[in-house]
Structures are given as structure tokens and as C-alpha cells.
């Protein structure tokens, strides 16, 4: 691998940028091309693919290798990609619909397997590319064209989802905090496995500030939790407020009442997702204190190093393949 | 000589059938063999849904199918016997486990009376041999005890036969050997049963007669058994092999395509990446995927699996990817028949995607055809940059015939070497096409200087970015057609097995090939004049093909489906065939069609 510097000019494919004007998607492809200016990964080794919808025309826009692929199907594409060729640094840009209504069955299988995968799902929480339909992580009672009496269905937790599919790496973002967006890219291509990377995205003409309560100038103080490896989790203007877990919940509480020693430290290498399944649940959705940064981060086998271990393994037994002795290892018999 | 082994699920019929077929392959004999499973796994015991078989025929000169009507019918229990009776020779032979026919399990395959001595079988040869009583004798000195015991009467069945027919027994005893030598136990009683049956045949006065049937003159040539799916997956290594690239086969479970999996799985020595994805949708993204990052693509499935591949094979059609999709055909539609084999998805494979798709179909032949096809589909997907669907079906996947092993240093080269380097001097242009194959270059990941982008959307000519604009949507499908059709330069001519003065053709593609092939002979055996020839490209058909079709006042079209060959036929050359249908989850019987030919040629 050779290591070039390089500027986000180098990323930038000579595709014209489509999205509505203000959408966060701009803000988005701003920080991913920063970051691989800076990353140091050779412009060929880079992946990008997605899937249907806003967000999965992304690849169209960097200067890399990339596929633009059906809806929901991007995980198992790129799966293919990596496993084939683990050298490659592959990323996966899907978006809530993408990822985990039609493509569901995808994403919870590349999370478990732990193939080697960078998944950047833009959460808008809406239908964009459709033009306005309930997404699965909408909220519940929500008013769209296809849902005028408010949407009956109960919205995914994506961070929950994932930690559930047995994710080793887990974290969420927001598009607008470009320097958090960049560490959490960073923190996941560091991570070797797969990496699932929430970003809640502004979609402005279909759902505008439906992160308000990320956002907004005055709210963004009040509700955003910022989780930090081995230190306690607390928020508001003055870290007045904390989060303790017990019975398997997380509850927020004054941190003068209780006491900093008893406000829960997060371990984002902790053997066990419970904590930060826990601290997922601390709001089903951006509307009140709502964790961002790295949940969680594990070290486990990656199913493509699995995969070459076998081949190495196999080969050192029985030699490299040889078509002859194939073919004849159900036996055979020779005519004269 | 057709020998049928059919029992219970349970039995051991597939083992016993296998076997014996293992032993005559080595004594030379040429063969072919038809094995029938339950769609159930675990069908209830004596019951008809549950009969388990296998069909295999011996003989000394080259044989094409596993014959028509077994001249030997082993039957382990009353419900073997009842499902399998009337496809029996008229004066066939019927070795019959007596103990099984209690009137509990007689009544349960629905017998009225005891079929043993009601009259029922009048007419054959029935050899008698208690063969629970026997095995629980053989077995005994083992010390194994309960259910296990009964387990090796396929075994003394096996042992029975092989005395009938003179069959080495070293063969089938290294075989036990190898395979119970973990458990001893187990390793002695199948031992003594087999030898118990075949002392059975020594000392006892029933059995009367031995066959002899001699080995077969063939070629000369190194021989091994195969059957269809092990053929596709050896296929698929040597296209690896002979494509210089590393083999990516993703795949979901499913009847009766799981075998290629299995195969493939175990030969991670040759770099072969097997992946077993969460869906068939999956397996073929992964393929995709894999294809995409420059290695041999594959994905395996039966004829649902293909169903909901369809989109993924319409973005490797879009994107230009080679990738090759094996269907291994069964009876259909829905779930169907998925253990039974049926060649229905032909229209599907050639027509079955949104908008206009056309890509290369070929279909295996037999199984000693599977390797060389699959090689050949292989080359097609990489030279012309596009998905090629295989077909195969469940006959071929499961039956198994002797494969003269062909000389393997002369592989055929089918490599494609990958652009490295800008195509233009303003810089690379992935959809920049070949002029002779409409192929666009394969720049794989890791190439500096050619990074690109792909995608469903339709591309620009040559620059492939995305482009809307009709004249060009146009153009880029007239390309795309073009490329498809223009493969029919590339491949062989069908060849005709004509008797001067024929004006009948069978023509006949997949798995028919061999019934074809022994109607033909039963026809010309009485005198008739009679032409066969055998597709294995079905998209595009063959330059000849019109031609040769022109060339007969008759021709007949034999499939295990509708007529699907016949309407592609009559759609590209306004032929006028005459089409032999059968949708029953079996194989033609060479009769069936002999009687067609002759009904042709007398009208
Ligand atoms: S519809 Fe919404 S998500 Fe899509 S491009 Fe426009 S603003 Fe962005």
C-alpha cells in the first residue's frame, strides 16, 4: 500500500453534486472527502457502495472505485467485494430506508458475519427520493402522503438494531458537526470488522429539523449526550445532568443528587452490548438527550481473515489445488 | 440389466444404490443411474410419501439413461414395493425383505392383502430373504444393540446383489472401511451384513442364477463417476484454473443445487471462496460483488433462487460484470416439485428480467457434459463482460455416469487480462467497448489511475457516467443486444446425427439429451430413419441452427416442460415443431420418445 497525501479535491469525481440545494447530504460528502484526503488510503483501494434512494447516489461522487447498486442490496455487494479482496477499503452509503426496510435481511448478516465493512447510514427518517413517504425510522403518528392519518408502524432503533445484530463497532453521528462526523469515520476505518456509523441527516424539503432537538442552537447543549471511552456519561451546558444504568435501563439524573461516582462510565470495549443497548434506549428517537459517539467497539474475528485462515490452512494439508488429483478423488479406473 | 433399490427413506437406498453403482464403475462396466428421493426428509416410515430409490443400469456397451423399467427390484418394505411394482420388466426379478411385510406395514402402504401371497406378483421371480432377521443375526457378535441394529440391512441387500452379479466386494469393503473406520462397532456389523448377503447368495439354493454382465468397451481413458452437480463444481474450480483468477461462489441452501456448495466448500486449497449468504438475493449480490473486485463470480440455485436473483443479474447485465448463475432445474412453479426434475425455467433463464436483458444461456447436456459446458459458460461470461445463466436440472445433478477425465494441461485459455492502463489518452473510459465483442474493459479495485464508478442507472457511451437522455438509452441497448447476439460467431455449430435420407429431427437440449439419444437408437435398431441433434447454447441459438432446421419435413421437440425450446423456436425461426411434452418430475422414458419418432415417420 502506498501512502499519499492527498486533498479532497483528489476525492472529488468530475459527476455533477445532485442532491436539493441544503440538504445534509453536501455536509456528509464534505466530511467523508476530508477525511480520506487525510486518511492516508490510496484512492484505488477505496470502495464506495450503495444502494437506491438519496443518499446512495454518493458513490457517483467520489473519485473512487464504486457501484451504485439496487435498493437495499449494498451490504451483500460489498460483502462480496471485501471478502474477495480484504486489501480493499470498502464502504457501504445506504440510508434508513435502504438499509433497514428492503435491505434489512442484509444488514444484520454483514454485521454479524463482521466482514470488514464501513457502513454510513444517513438517517433521515423519510422517503426521500420517492418524494415523502414514512421511512422505518420514522416516528410513530407521523403525517406523509402515504400515512395522512400518521404512520401506524413503531420506528427502528438503528443503534439498537445493530448492537442487536451483534455489531462490533457501533456509533452515531450528526451531519451537521462536521469535526464528530470525521472522528467517527476515522474511529471506524481504525476499527478492523464491520463498522456501523449512524448519521442523522436533514432532509429538508421532505423532513426538515427532524433533528432539532441535535440542532438547534439551543437544544443541541440541552440533549446531545456525548459518549467518551472510560469517562462518565453526562450532559447539559454544565454536565449537570448524567446517565446511571441499572437493571438494564438507563435513566438520566442530576448528577449534583446522585454524585459523579455513580454516574455510569462508558466502556465502548465492554464485553457485553447490554450497556450500550442500554444507553441506545435512552431515546427511541433525536427528540429529547440522545447519545452520539462510539457505543460500541470489540475486537472480534473478521470473517474474510476467517476465510484466508482456511485457505492457508487447507493448502498447508493438502498442498495447493492441483485439477488432476481433483478429479480423480472419487476414484477412477482406466480403460486400455 | 436395471437394477432398482427402493425402501424407506430411512433404508439406506441411496448408500446401497451408490455402492453397487461404485463397484460396477470399477469392474469396467459403462452406467447410468437415476436416484428419487421424498420431498419430506423424514417422510413416516412404510408409507408411499416416503419410498426412497435408486435406479442404476449396468451394461457392457455404452449406455444413455438408467433404462426405462428396472429389471431387478430390491424392495425393503411393502411401500417400496407398491410404488415401484409397476414400473417393473414384465418378467422382472424381485428380491424382497419378508420381514417387512406385517400386516401393520402392508396396510400401511395400502395393501389389502398380503401382496406376498395374494397373487400379486405372479408372474415375477421373487427371491424371499428375511433380511431384519438376517442383519440381527449378522450384527450380533458386534454386541450393538436397539434401532442401530437394523441399520445395516442396506448393507446385506448390497451384499446380495453384488454375489448376483459377480461385483468385487474389495471395493465396497475399503469403502465401509474408510468410512465407519471411527466407529468400530458400526465398521463390523455393516461388514457382516454385507458379507452375510453375499454368503446368502453362495450357500443358499434360491438364488439360483448369477448374472454376468461384462465390462464395457469404451475409449480408452482415465474413468471417474460423476454426477451432474460434482461435474458443475469441478467445472467451476477448472474455469478458475483456466481463467487465471480465484473462484467466488456465493450460494443460499436449496434442492437440488446444495451439493455445488458442498463440493465447492471443500476445496479451499485451489483459493476457492465459498460463502454461504443470508439469501439467494445475497448470494447473488456477493457474486456480483466478487466479480466486480476481479475474481470468477458464481452463484448457484434452483429455479426460486433465480426468481429472486433476477434483479442482481439485471444490474451484472447493467454494470457489465461477467458472472455466471447455475440453475439446477426442478419441477415447478413455486415450490413444486423440489426433489423431482423438470426443465421449466428455460423461458425464465432467457427472458426472465425487467426491460430489455438478453444474456447468454446454456444448458448441460448429461452429467459426464456438466464439466466441459461449465467451462464454456465461464469463458462466455468473461469475454463478453456479462451474466451467463447455466442450466442444469435435478436428473442431472443426481444421476451419475462414467466421465472419461480429459486431458487437463489443455485446458482451454480463458483469461481476460484486466485494463491497467487509460484506454484513451484523456484518461479511461470504462464503457469504451471492444469493436469485435462489444466487451468493455474489467478494471478491477487496486488499479490506480482507472477508478470508476458502475451502477444500475444507464450509462453514457463509452464514458459510462449517468445518462437519461433516449437516444443514448437507445443506443447503449441496441449495444447491449448486439453484444449478446453477436456470441453466435463464437461458439460451434450443432452438430446432426442424421441417417441419409431422414426426415424427422429430434432436437432436444439439457437433460432429454440421453433418452433422445436411446430413441434414436431403438428407432434405427428397427430400421427406421431418424436425425438427432442436442443444443447446448440456448442464447444465442447456433449460426447452423436455421439451417439444420430447414433441413427436415419434421421436427420433434421433446422437453420436460411445456414446449419452452419449441416456442423459442417457432419465435426466432417461424418453426413449425412438433413438441413431446412431459411435466410429471421424471425423466423421459426412451420408449415415449421412440414412440413419437415412429409415429412421425409413419404419418
Ligand atoms: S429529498 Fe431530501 S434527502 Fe433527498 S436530496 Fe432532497 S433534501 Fe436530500
Avoid at chain 2, 170 to 180: A, D, Q, S
Amino acid at each position: 500500500m502506498t501512502t499519499q497525501t492527498t486533498t479532497r479535491q483528489d476525492w472529488q469525481s468530475p459527476q455533477e453534486v445532485r442532491w436539493c440545494p441544503g440538504c445534509g447530504d453536501y455536509t456528509i460528502l464534505a466530511s467523508v472527502q476530508n477525511y480520506m484526503a487525510e486518511s492516508g488510503i490510496p484512492r484505488e483501494h477505496a470502495v464506495f457502495i450503495s444502494g437506491i434512494g438519496c443518499s446512495s447516489r454518493f458513490p457517483y461522487y467520489m473519485n473512487t472505485y464504486g457501484m451504485h447498486s439496487i435498493h437495499g442490496r449494498a451490504p451483500a455487494i460489498a460483502s462480496g467485494i471485501a471478502v474477495a479482496r480484504p486489501e480493499l477499503s470498502v464502504w457501504v452509503v445506504t440510508g434508513d430506508g435502504d438499509a433497514l426496510s428492503i435491505g434489512g435481511n442484509h444488514i444484520i448478516h454483514a454485521m454479524r458475519r463482521n466482514v470488514n465493512l464501513k457502513v454510513l447510514l444517513f438517517n433521515n427518517q423519510i422517503y426521500g427520493l420517492t418524494k415523502g413517504q414514512y421511512s422505518p425510522t420514522s416516528e410513530k403518528g407521523k403525517q406523509t402522503k402515504s400515512s395522512p392519518m400518521g404512520s401506524i408502524d413503531l420506528p427502528f432503533n438503528p443503534v439498537s438494531l445493530a448492537l442487536g445484530a451483534e455489531a462490533s463497532f457501533v456509533a452515531r453521528t450528526i451531519d451537521m458537526d462536521r469535526d464528530h462526523t470525521i472522528a467517527m469515520l476515522e474511529a471506524a476505518y481504525d476499527h478492523r470488522g464491520a463498522a456501523f456509523v449512524e448519521i442523522y441527516q436533514n432532509c429538508n424539503v421532505f423532513n426538515d429539523k427532524a433533528f432539532q432537538a441535535l440542532t438547534g442552537k439551543q437544544e443541541r447543549t440541552e440533549n446531545r449526550v456525548h459518549l467518551e471511552h472510560g469517562k462518565p456519561v453526562t450532559f447539559g451546558p454544565d454536565d449537570e445532568h448524567g446517565v446511571m444504568i441499572h437493571d438494564g435501563t438507563a435513566h438520566i439524573v442530576d448528577v449534583a443528587e446522585v454524585g459523579i461516582a455513580n454516574i455510569h462510565v462508558h466502556d465502548a470495549g465492554a464485553e457485553s452490548p447490554a450497556a450500550a443497548f442500554a444507553l441506545s434506549r435512552l431515546s427511541h428517537g433525536p427528540y429529547g438527550p440522545t447519545p452520539i459517539g462510539v457505543f460500541r467497539s470489540v475486537e472480534r474475528p473478521v470473517y474474510e481473515d476467517d476465510l484466508d485462515r482456511q485457505i492457508a490452512a487447507a493448502t498447508d494439508a493438502k498442498g495447493p489445488g492441483d485439477l488432476k488429483q481433483l478429479v480423480t478423488s472419487t476414484g477412477s479406473w482406466v480403460v486400455e | 440389466m436395471r437394477i432398482r433399490f427402493a425402501g424407506d427413506s430411512g433404508d439406506g437406498m441411496q448408500l446401497a444404490g451408490a455402492r453397487f453403482t461404485e463397484a460396477s464403475a470399477i469392474f469396467g462396466n459403462d452406467l447410468s443411474t437415476f436416484p428419487s428421493y421424498p420431498a419430506e426428509i423424514r417422510a413416516p416410515a412404510d408409507t408411499l410419501g416416503g419410498v426412497s430409490s435408486y435406479q442404476v443400469h449396468i451394461a457392457d456397451r455404452d449406455i444413455l439413461t438408467p433404462g426405462d423399467h428396472p429389471d431387478v427390484l430390491v424392495a425393503m418394505n411393502p411401500a417400496a414395493l407398491m410404488a415401484n411394482l409397476g414400473d417393473l420388466q414384465a418378467t422382472g426379478t424381485i428380491i424382497v425383505n419378508t420381514d417387512a411385510f406385517t400386516e401393520r406395514r402392508w396396510t400401511k402402504a395400502g395393501y389389502t392383502s398380503n401382496p406376498l401371497e395374494d397373487g400379486t406378483l405372479d408372474g415375477y421371480t421373487v427371491l424371499p430373504v428375511p433380511m431384519e432377521e438376517l442383519t440381527k443375526k449378522a450384527v450380533e457378535e458386534t454386541g450393538l444393540k436397539g434401532r442401530g441394529v437394523l441399520r445395516s440391512k442396506n448393507f446385506l441387500a448390497l451384499g446380495v446383489l453384488a454375489w448376483m452379479y459377480n461385483r468385487p466386494i474389495e471395493p465396497t469393503l475399503g469403502w465401509i472401511e474408510r468410512k465407519f473406520g471411527k466407529d468400530p462397532q458400526v465398521l463390523a456389523a455393516n461388514v457382516n451384513a454385507f458379507k452375510a448377503g453375499y454368503n446368502l447368495g453362495v450357500t443358499t439354493e434360491i438364488f439360483r442364477h448369477t448374472y454376468e454382465v461384462k465390462p464395457a468397451h469404451m475409449e480408452p481413458g482415465t474413468y471417474t463417476n460423476v454426477t451432474g452437480n460434482l461435474a458443475v463444481a469441478w467445472g467451476i474450480v477448472a474455469a478458475g484454473v483456466a481463467a487465471k483468477l480465484p473462484v467466488f461462489y456465493a450460494s443460499y441452501p436449496i434442492t437440488p443445487a446444495s451439493d455445488i456448495l458442498h463440493e465447492l466448500s471443500k476445496h479451499r486449497n485451489f483459493g476457492v471462496r465459498t460463502f454461504q449468504a443470508e439469501d439467494e438475493i445475497a448470494a447473488a449480490g456477493a457474486a456480483l460483488g466478487a466479480a466486480f473486485a476481479g475474481h470468477l463470480g458464481v452463484t448457484g440455485t434452483s429455479g426460486p433462487g433465480v426468481a429472486l436473483k433476477s434483479e442482481t443479474i439485471s444490474l451484472a447485465l447493467m454494470t457489465e460484470l461477467p458472472m455466471l448463475i447455475v440453475d439446477v432445474q426442478r419441477g415447478g412453479p413455486s415450490t413444486g416439485l423440489p426433489t423431482k426434475t423438470e426443465q421449466s425455467d428455460l423461458l425464465m433463464a432467457v427472458y426472465g428480467r425487467h426491460g430489455e436483458s438478453p444474456l447468454p444461456v446454456l444448458a448441460v447436456g448429461s452429467p459426464s457434459d456438466a464439466f466441459e459446458t461449465t467451462i464454456e459458460a465461464a469463458r462466455i461470461a468473461l469475454k463478453y463482460m456479462t451474466p451467463v445463466l447455466l442450466l442444469s436440472d435435478g436428473y442431472i445433478a443426481n444421476g451419475a455416469e462414467p466421465w472419461q477425465v480429459p486431458d487437463l494441461d489443455a485446458l482451454p485459455d480463458i483469461s481476460v487480462p484486466f485494463q491497467t492502463e487509460p484506454n484513451t489518452p484523456e484518461g479511461f473510459l470504462p464503457y469504451l467497448r471492444d469493436p469485435d465483442t462489444h466487451s468493455r474493459p474489467w478494471a478491477v479495485p487496486g488499479t490506480p489511475g482507472l477508478e470508476h464508478r458502475v451502477g444500475g442507472l444507464e450509462k453514457e457511451d463509452g464514458t459510462g457516467g449517468v445518462k437519461y437522455d433516449g437516444e443514448n438509452h437507445e443506443l447503449m441497448v441496441a449495444y447491449r443486444e448486439r453484444k449478446i447476439a453477436g456470441i453466435a460467431d463464437d461458439i460451434a455449430d450443432v452438430e446432426v446425427d442424421a441417417d441419409d435420407g431422414a426426415t424427422v429431427l429430434v432436437l432436444g437440449w439439457g437433460s432429454t439429451s440421453s433418452a433422445i439419444h436411446a430413441a434414436v437408437r431403438m428407432v434405427r435398431t428397427g430400421g427406421g430413419k431418424v436425425a438427432r441433434a442436442h443444443l447446448r447454447h440456448l442464447n444465442p441459438f447456433p449460426r447452423n441452427l436455421g439451417e439444420v432446421l430447414a433441413s427436415y419435413d419434421k421436427v420433434l421437440i421433446p422437453e420436460l416442460n411445456r414446449g419452452q425450446l419449441w416456442r423459442l423456436l417457432r419465435a426466432e425461426y417461424l418453426l413449425d415443431g412438433i413438441r413431446l411434452s412431459k411435466v410429471q418430475g421424471q425423466p423421459f422414458k426412451a420408449a415415449e420418445i421412440r414412440d413419437k419418432i415412429m409415429e412421425l415417420i409413419a404419418s
